[in-house]
């Protein structure tokens, strides 16, 4: 890293010192000396800088280090700062059984959500890429959950999961059922643990199935004709073709989207808090769903704090490997 | 993908197409239902014995009429419109001054400021909002736009920041270089040379802007509570549920409308956000 900012140092004062030999040789009358062009470089460039980091230092960190402090105290919801109480909201909720329900569910939502996510993204993405007919009124189509705000749509799948007027078990009555004779079924789709937990990955995968495809798609688009010829020359068949061209070519670009959505999953609220609040029995409850719930239901503001930082590891570990792959990509690029 | 083409041009087409169906199926129903339901009238919507996937009774407007004069819809559509618009002019102008700066100028710490906005960008709104809501409380703006004016730019000014990045970067330095030596200064080249050249991506980042802001759920859900300060998609979400009835025309009739604004503009910007939704985690 250090070498190529030498590089790329050297290189810009080599453009720096072309351009003042250039206005030297242009206005011979004005001495604007290279010191003082490049401090005043250095000035504009804090001042453009000045609003962006005004506002994230003081809406973004300053927050985080409070998070920080309450999960540490004893604060309630408008009770002013509490008092100083170490780890004990950690170790309280390490043995607390909703927390303990809260950290397994979440780990089987982000796992199931981002796998068929990444498998069905990858699918779509090489049908919409063969794809010839009406290309962009197919694609505009698919990224429509992306762009409806998602908690509005949630409320189209709660209304799909009625435990009475359910769309889906209506289907599976009269289209399956009904015609062999068998018994339609009654389903509470968000009254039962598992069931529950199975919308609320479906709706995630719905969601967030769009960003995948079109990102993978652009991937796709990117891969050289010449790469897939010569492997249909030595003989690949379609699988052998996507083993050997596109998936390897794909991965870095999947690992980045992979990771991004692993934090956004892992992170989600909307969904969860319009489909069942965290129920039935806490068997979906979210980090963020726990955190809020804590918070405004039984204003333990510092408890609450204290369950969204257990996100902060995996934010950490999700932030250090993308800036590994930009850096990686900056270098290849450089 | 050059494939050898054999078969008939309609096995082709079918080959080709028929695994769209599935996705295309998963991906626009709900939204299809989301309308069809709210057209409808409460006794075939309830009723067992209709099919739900069309309209048997002919369309009704009672679910709409009930939304727009029974309920404060109105204003939080226009709540949603002020906030959304206010924060992303201001965000999108922020963002462009701290783009070009990290883009192109030369200071001690440009790089840590860079790989900041980049780690702000992954920072999730739930790691934040019990402080924020502290926040919000000290500076008496609980239940006033005001608090998410203030707060929906930290996640919109690290996003327009990292695409407009990408976009000023592209711009040749040699252009720049010939107007500085012209005696045009660092801001007259932001203006004059970089900005109209880089116009498609701020047109980019201004849809991103408005839509993720028109989307925002938690914060204004967190800190609004009276109805009229309350955004769409809160008012709908939070407010047309409550209790055990629900009444589900009202509800999707909310829901359709309040996607609507949104919806037409990525109707007529179709490709700007094709490019937005892949620049946020493939640079450039």
């Known amino acids: 890293m250090d070498g190529r900012r030498d590089a790329e140092d050297l290189q810009g004062d080599a453009i720096a010192l072309a351009t003042a030999g250039r206005a030297r040789a242009r206005a011979a009358g004005r001495s604007r000396g290279f010191r003082s062009a490049r401090r005043l470089e250095a000035i504009t460039g804090v001042a453009l800088i000045l609003p962006a980091l005004f506002w994230i230092s003081l809406l973004v960190a300053y927050p985080f280090a409070m998070a920080l402090y309450y999960s540490v105290s004893n604060t309630v919801v408008g009770g002013g700062s509490g008092t100083f109480v170490g780890l004990a909201n950690f170790t309280a909720l390490l043995d607390d059984g909703s927390f303990r329900q809260t950290l397994q569910n979440s780990v089987v939502f982000t796992v199931s959500a981002v796998a068929a996510k990444a498998v069905l993204g990858v699918m779509l993405a090489l049908i919409l890429h063969r794809t010839l007919r009406l290309k962009r009124l197919i694609r505009g189509l698919v990224l429509l959950p992306f762009v409806i705000p998602t908690a509005l749509s949630t409320l189209g799948w709660l209304w799909m999961f009625d435990s009475l007027y359910s769309v889906i078990t209506w289907t599976v009555n009269r289209v399956v059922l009904g015609p062999i004779g068998f018994a339609p079924l009654e389903v509470n789709w968000l009254g039962s643990p598992a069931l529950a937990m199975a919308a609320v990955i479906v709706v995630n995968i719905w969601?967030?199935?769009?960003?995948?495809?079109?990102?993978?798609?652009?991937?796709?688009?990117?891969i050289p004709t010449e790469f897939y010829e010569a492997a249909e020359v030595d003989g690949a068949g379609r699988w052998g073709r996507f083993w050997h061209v596109t998936y390897p070519l794909l991965k870095p670009i999947l690992a980045v989207v992979v990771l991004f959505s692993t934090i956004f999953t892992f992170a989600d609220f909307n969904i969860v808090y319009v489909l069942t609040r965290g129920g039935p029995q806490e068997s979906t409850h979210l980090f963020a769903t726990l955190s809020h719930a804590l918070a405004f239901g039984s204003m333990q503001l510092g408890r609450g704090a204290a369950v969204s930082l257990f996100m902060f590891p995996v934010l950490v570990v999700v932030v250090a490997l993308q800036l590994h792959y930009l850096q990686r990509d900056e270098t290849r690029h450089a | 993908?050059?494939?050898v083409r054999r078969g008939g041009a309609f096995r082709l087409f079918v080959v080709d197409h028929v695994g769209l169906v599935p996705f295309l199926l998963f991906i626009l129903f709900p939204i299809y239902f989301m309308v069809v339901t709210a057209f409808k009238t409460d006794r075939e919507l309830y009723d067992l014995q209709a099919i739900p996937f069309w309209i048997r009774d002919g369309v009704s407007l009672g679910h709409f009429h009930h939304l727009f004069f029974k309920t404060n819809f109105w204003r939080w559509l226009f709540n949603s419109l002020v906030v959304s618009f206010v924060t992303m002019t201001v965000s999108v102008a922020i963002s462009i001054f701290a783009a070009y700066s990290l883009a192109r100028l030369r200071f001690p710490g440009a790089r840590s400021f860079g790989i900041g906005v980049f780690i702000t960008y992954l920072v999730p709104p739930t790691l934040l909002f019990l402080p924020l809501t502290q926040i919000v409380n000290w500076l008496g703006l609980i239940d006033s736009l005001w608090a998410l004016v203030l707060t929906y730019p930290t996640f919109l000014i690290p996003f327009c920041t990292w695409l407009l990045l990408g976009y000023f970067k592209v711009v040749p330095?040699?252009?720049?270089?010939?107007?500085?030596?012209?005696?045009?200064?660092?801001?007259?080249?932001?203006f004059r040379i970089v900005l109209p050249i880089a116009v498609p991506g701020i047109v980019c980042a201004m849809l991103f802007a408005f839509t993720l802001a028109w989307n925002e759920f938690l914060y204004a859900l967190t800190f609004t509570s009276a109805s009229v300060t309350k955004t769409v998609t809160v008012g709908v979400a939070a407010e047309m549920i409550r209790g055990d009835v629900f009444h589900w025309g009202g509800i999707m009739a909310g829901a359709v409308t309040g996607a609507l604004p949104v919806v037409v503009m990525y109707v007529f910007f179709l490709d700007y956000?094709?490019?937005?939704?892949?620049?946020?985690?493939v640079k450039g």
């Open chain 1, 207 to 222: 969601r967030g199935l769009p960003f995948f495809a079109v990102t993978v798609l652009a991937g796709l688009t990117a």
């Open chain 2, 273 to 281: 956000y094709v490019v937005g939704l892949t620049a946020g985690s």
């Open chain 2, 173 to 190: 330095r040699e252009i720049e270089e010939c107007a500085l030596v012209d005696g045009c200064g660092r801001l007259g080249v932001l």
């Open chain 2, 1 to 3: 993908m050059p494939r």
